[in-house]
């Protein structure tokens, strides 16, 4: 059984650019000065980052057109793409900016979490330099991509890989509940319990949102400015705007999302809806003195904010869509749910992760119990966690 944990990489350019030159120094620590591969080269090595082993499936994509059908299957399962152009040809990056060429970005997987890396090479030829760091620094930023320049012929590239692998992680969201946010992206569809309307379409028309939510993770400045953007929006722009901020922007609608809004003079600062911003911000709410209702279990006082309990729980949503219920900020829980339970569940709803306390079957039976009473929306993903850790479905309570 492999120890170590593959990422597929595939490196792409123009032509000249030093491609071909970054990988085998990185692989083979040798510089080679002349290589012009005519079709793809695929190389592998391992490499240790943050005390784990990771195995490096390197592609080296021939800078010709002519190859993008042949790469696509590959395409589609990569987890890094790096766009790697020449400080000393302004073509070079230009023919990354080419919309034909950034077509390839559609074979990348909707389904499998990916990074974009934009590198600059050649960076030891600065006399003859033609791109500036700015020019890569935005592009990248344009595209929602890790900058860095680098030489392959005077740098040691091991470093520059593990800062590829380090982003790489950092910005994945297997650490999030997943299923929070396909619940946050229902609730905000549902338009359940919202608390402002947002104006779009030049004051014609309106979409609700949760005000608490959306100025928590991205403060009350921006939260202005997003309105201000959203204002001259069409309908469905805004919406998709909007759902994106509720659940962290997906890397493979960065560049749709961007489109949108990129001629507006507001600047959002566009890392607010990355996964790892999301995560963030979901732990700082969790952690945070912001709430909107407190939940007073065994005479202990638990704060929530209430656009969780609604997203994840029917129990809630039905409670809270009484009008008479609007304004609840502290009510006494009337579940049953113990004290243990509650804590367990406050901590995974908001960023997924598992504190102990469940160590025996009896503390598993107790939770499904409560996830069952609360009449769970979506299949919580830490019922597989006890399962697996208890090695049976036979002694939890499954809904």
Request: overall charge negative; hydrophobic content about 35%; some cysteine.
């Amino acid at each position: 059984m492999n120890d170590y944990q593959n990422l597929k990489i595939t490196i792409t350019g123009q032509g000249g650019s030093g491609k071909s030159a970054t990988v085998i120094k990185f692989v083979q620590n040798h510089f080679v000065e002349d290589y012009d591969p005519t079709i793809e080269d695929s190389f592998r090595k391992q490499l240790k980052v943050n005390e784990k082993v990771y195995m490096l499936d390197i592609l080296d994509a021939a800078g010709c057109e002519y190859y993008w059908g042949m790469r696509s299957p590959y395409i589609k399962e990569t987890n890094i793409f790096i766009l790697l152009y020449s400080i000393t040809n302004q073509s070079s990056l230009q023919f990354l900016k080419d919309e034909e060429y950034r077509d390839i970005m559609k074979y990348l997987s909707e389904e499998q979490e990916y990074s974009i890396i934009v590198v600059g090479n050649k960076k030891d030829l600065e006399n003859e330099r033609q791109v500036t760091t700015k020019e890569g620094e935005e592009f990248a930023e344009e595209i929602g991509a890790y900058f860095v320049e680098s030489s392959a012929k005077t740098d040691d590239l091991v470093p520059l890989f593990e800062k590829i692998v380090t982003f790489h992680l950092d910005g994945t969201t297997e650490n999030l509940p997943q299923d929070l946010l396909e619940d946050l992206e229902n609730l905000f569809e549902k338009q359940i319990l919202i608390d402002y309307q947002l104006e779009v379409n030049n004051g014609n028309q309106k979409i609700g949102c949760h005000r608490i939510y959306l100025e928590q993770r991205l403060g009350e400045e921006h939260f202005e400015n997003l309105k201000q953007i959203l204002f001259e929006l069409p309908l469905q722009e805004a919406k998709f705007v909007l759902k994106n901020t509720y659940c962290g922007l997906n890397k493979s609608n960065y560049i749709q999302f961007n489109k949108i809004w990129k001629n507006s003079k507001i600047d959002i600062p566009k890392n607010l809806f990355r996964s790892k911003k999301l995560k963030n911000d979901l732990n700082e709410m969790l952690n945070s003195q912001t709430h909107d209702l407190c939940l007073i279990v065994e005479n202990e006082e638990i704060y929530f904010h209430k656009i969780f309990l609604i997203a994840r729980f029917g129990y809630f949503e039905k409670l809270f869509s009484k009008k008479q219920n609007q304004e609840i900020e502290k009510m006494t829980d009337q579940t049953g749910i113990s004290l243990k339970i509650w804590k367990i569940l406050r901590t995974y709803i908001y960023n997924g992760e598992i504190i102990e306390g469940i160590d025996d079957k009896k503390s598993c039976k107790e939770l499904f119990k409560a996830l069952k009473k609360l009449k769970v929306h979506s299949n919580f993903s830490l019922k597989d966690h006890f399962q697996k850790k208890f090695k049976t479905n036979k002694d939890c309570i499954l809904m």
